[in-house]
């Protein structure tokens, strides 16, 4: 059974960083891609940043590229979303996700393409 277990949220000033942390098991990590998401009050579930298994290549929302970083620790199967300069707009519910499928050969960025979910860690960003 696959599990996704995410921590890092809490309440920080704008400004600030944040490292989120998603820990899984009853996967073979090393071989899925790994995603985040976002989830805003009144909003819909929007991505945030994605990662490759082969060779880390890393994809980003617009809104977060140059100050949120993904990466992964295949040894710790464990996947990490560094968040810098953060702003009011960034507050969210985060939720890490990963596909059914593995070793495959793109890194999923829409929200259908991944069907194991976290349940999510709160990140609040006061002004």
């Known amino acids: 059974q696959v599990r996704l277990v995410e921590s890092g949220g809490g309440l920080v000033q704008a400004g600030a960083s944040l490292r989120l942390s998603c820990a899984a098991s009853g996967l073979t990590f090393s071989f899925y891609p790994m995603g985040w998401f976002r989830q805003a009050p009144g909003k819909e579930r929007e991505f945030v940043a994605a990662i490759n298994w082969k060779d880390n290549n890393t994809y980003y929302y617009d809104s977060v590229k140059g100050r949120f970083t993904i990466s992964r620790d295949n040894a710790k199967n464990t996947v990490y979303l560094q968040m810098s300069s953060l702003k009011p707009e960034d507050t969210a519910i985060y939720y890490c996700?990963?596909?059914?499928?593995?070793?495959?050969?793109?890194?999923?960025?829409?929200?259908?393409?991944?069907?194991?979910w976290g349940q999510g860690t709160q990140v609040t960003v006061s002004s």
């Open positions: 996700a990963a596909p059914q499928a593995y070793e495959i050969p793109y890194v999923p960025v829409f929200e259908y393409q991944y069907d194991y």
